[in-house]
T-cell receptor, first 111, second 112 residues
Framework: EDQVTQSPEALRLQEGESSSLNCSYT??????LFWYRQDPGKGPEFLFT???AGEEKEKERLKATLTKKESFLHITAPKPEDSATYLC????????????FGTGTSLTVIP | NAGVTQTPKFQVLKTGQSMTLQCAQD?????MSWYRQDPGMGLRLIHY???????DQGEVPNGYNVSRSTTEDFPLRLLSAAPSQTSVYFC???????????FGNGTRLTVT
């Protein structure tokens, strides 16, 4: 069964302190891996799609990378406004109508 | 371009009551879906639709009903609310397979 595990559950960083969030996945053929940001009381906001191992995507202070078993979301010199929950999801080749989501990493960036 | 719009934002029901959660999108997406989000669990798929007149069950469909009469709208019906249906419900749509989901801002439902 397709499965996604995110770690850590929660992360507190000082402003400027870089770190990485992990998303481990099991899927029988990856169609796509997706990263989302979710603010309290809001719906998930799309950040990146990765389709194949070795692929990387960047946006401002965020960089997402992908291997055959996991994805990392690297946050460089974070700011307080980066505080949010970050969700990872996978879509399999054989389960194209369903996304499997992890439980997320709650990131707090302290000024 | 409003994207995905959900109403209401909040709802309180008593056990046994029924209600409809509304979802509309203006992106002309064929695929629409409903997820629920509970503490400590990932978003779970309830029902989805790949086009007008076509719906199918997801991972947790029991107690919910859907229909899709237009491309734009995909309402979710709770037939007889139960406390286990207390959750935050998200509607999402996408352009095609491999495209990301676009989410609404959710409906927070409490069943007492």
């Amino acid at each position: 069964e397709d499965q996604v595990t995110q770690s850590p559950e929660a992360l507190r960083l000082q402003e400027g302190e870089s770190s990485s969030l992990n998303c481990s996945y099991t899927v029988s053929g990856l169609r796509g891996l997706f990263w989302y940001r979710q603010d309290p009381g809001k719906g998930p906001e799309f950040l990146f799609t990765l389709y194949s191992a070795g692929e990387e995507k960047e946006k401002e202070r965020l960089k997402a990378t992908l291997t055959k078993k996991e994805s990392f979301l690297h946050i460089t010199a974070p700011k307080p406004e980066d505080s949010a929950t970050y969700l990872c999801a996978v879509q399999g080749l054989n389960t194209g109508n369903q996304f499997y989501f992890g439980t997320g990493t709650s990131l707090t960036v302290i000024p | 371009n409003a994207g995905v719009t959900q109403t209401p934002k909040f709802q309180v029901l008593k056990t046994g009551q029924s209600m409809t959660l509304q979802c509309a999108q203006d992106m002309n997406h064929e695929y629409m879906s409903w997820y629920r989000q509970d503490p400590g669990m990932g978003l779970r798929l309830i029902h989805y639709s790949v086009g007008a007149g076509i719906t199918d069950q997801g991972e947790v469909p029991n107690g919910y009903n859907v229909s899709r009469s237009t491309t734009e709208d995909f309402p979710l019906r709770l037939l007889s609310a139960a406390p286990s249906q207390t959750s935050v419900y998200f509607c999402a749509s996408r352009y095609s397979r491999g495209s990301p989901l676009h989410f609404g801002n959710g409906t927070r439902l409490t069943v007492t």
